[in-house]
């Protein structure tokens, strides 16, 4: 990824806020990938200023597109991982069937295999996720859904929404309908936080996805 095609939303000295391409891994895996937004952030700002650091503060899917938040000090991450419950994240979903209520609380308890599948299971096993979804149109048996999750355990809208017989269009995860479609229909597009240093609250925000729209005229 060329340095002009990383959409930078926001930057100050001290965070600089990010809209994801979907297929961008955030960071790398053990498989040790070298393309991850991580890596484009460091060398845009190794730019600056050869002494400039990058730290990760939360990761976004490799298939989910919109917001997400690096800090440029180790002081800046922790402030913002110790405070991350307190902040606001939504998200715009399509899914595949229409959800039984306008809007409801999803509640479950999320584990992972072996194999790094997340699944619904029990209190014993699990961590409790909480998402709040409320739907904002639908169109041939599918649903836009404004999501807020309360929790933020690894895909944890998608096994949820899967979990009531919504899977979100393009879930190749998740999803059991396997609708082809050329990418995850999943985009992080608010985020509300608290800034480390001058304690304002500051508000990110993106437009829908223009092929979310195209889909649900």
């Not at 959409?7 to 000295?13: L, P, R, S, T, V």
């Amino acid at each position: 990824m060329s340095m002009n095609k990383l959409n930078i939303i926001y930057e100050d000295k001290f965070i600089i806020v990010i809209n994801k391409k979907p297929s961008t891994l955030t960071i790398q895996t053990n498989k040790k990938e070298s393309h991850t937004l991580y890596n484009d952030v460091k060398t845009y700002l190794k730019k600056q200023n050869p002494h400039n650091k990058v730290f990760i503060v939360h990761r976004l899917d490799k298939d989910t597109s919109g917001l997400i938040i690096f800090a440029k000090s180790p002081q800046v991450k922790e402030f913002l991982q110790n405070n991350w419950h307190t902040f606001t994240r939504q998200y715009y979903a399509i899914t595949e069937n229409i959800p039984p209520k306008n809007k409801a609380r999803l509640i479950n308890y999320l584990a992972e295999t072996k194999t790094l599948h997340t699944y619904c299971t029990n209190s014993a096993k699990g961590k409790q996720a909480i998402t709040d979804y409320q739907i904002i149109k639908t169109k041939n048996n599918r649903a836009l859904l404004n999501i807020q999750i309360i929790t933020g355990r690894k895909n944890q809208i998608r096994v949820q929404l899967a979990n009531i017989n919504c899977p979100i269009l393009g879930d190749k995860k998740y999803s059991p309908f396997k609708v082809p479609y050329h990418r995850l229909c999943l985009h992080a597009y608010k985020l509300t936080i608290t800034h480390p240093i001058t304690k304002k609250e500051l508000i990110f925000e993106t437009p829908i996805p223009e092929e979310f729209s195209q889909l649900m005229q």
